[in-house]
């Protein structure tokens, strides 16, 4: 399942037109036996440098039904090599679900590790979450490839849209943040 070039720019002409913030380009870039990538574009009208101030602040825009501890407020990002992308628990548990193995400030953020389900398989990934100023704003970008070995039913096939649903979800909440300041908020 792949998004045409040609779908993604009337899409997004679409949600400009309509002032909406949202994913503009949703895609299951490729899907196989050994892995998948997704990939999810938004376009807000703030700069570069605004962006990346929110974007190291997962506990702001992340949604809580996709956290362990069901609070999107126990989430922490150390924007630096080496930090982590980590959850508290409760009665002192906690997660580390990614590393930060690059920051750019205002550009860039490469994470590595497996989100959700994926951390208990066998396998890495890399979330690369990129920033480019435009004219009327920036372009925010998540790109997702995940390999390894993974013994979930329906394997890489069946979850790589899974995946791309909750990658979809929280850009969407991270753009109506950029845009309204709330990212549960409606336009």
């Not at 101030?53 to 080496?82: D, I, K, M, Y």
């Not at 994926?118 to 372009?139: E, N």
């Not at 070995?149 to 849209?161: I, K, M, N, Y």
Request: proline share 5%; net charge negative; glycine share 10%.
């Amino acid at each position: 399942m792949t998004v045409s070039p040609v779908r993604c720019a009337v899409l997004a002409l679409a949600l400009a037109a309509s002032g909406t913030a949202g994913p503009a380009c949703a895609a299951v870039v490729e899907a196989g036996a050994d892995g998948f990538t997704v990939r999810e574009t938004a376009h807000v009208s703030a700069p570069a440098d605004r962006v990346y101030a929110q974007l190291v602040h997962p506990e702001r825009w992340w949604s809580a039904e996709h956290t362990f501890s069901h609070s999107a407020a126990n989430l922490s990002l150390e924007a630096r090599a080496g930090g982590c992308y980590c959850e508290r628990l409760p009665r002192g548990g906690s997660v580390l679900h990614m590393t930060v193995v690059a920051a750019f400030p205002g550009e860039r953020l490469i994470l590595r590790g497996a989100l959700g389900p994926l951390l208990a398989q066998g396998v890495d990934g890399v979330l690369s979450l990129d920033l480019s100023a435009q004219q009327t704003g920036t372009d925010v970008t998540f790109t997702y490839t995940v390999g390894g070995h993974l013994t979930l039913a329906g394997g890489f096939s069946d979850w790589a849209p899974k995946v791309d649903g909750v990658l979809a979800e929280q850009l969407t909440r991270f753009a109506r943040l950029i845009e309204t300041g709330a990212p549960d908020a409606r336009r």
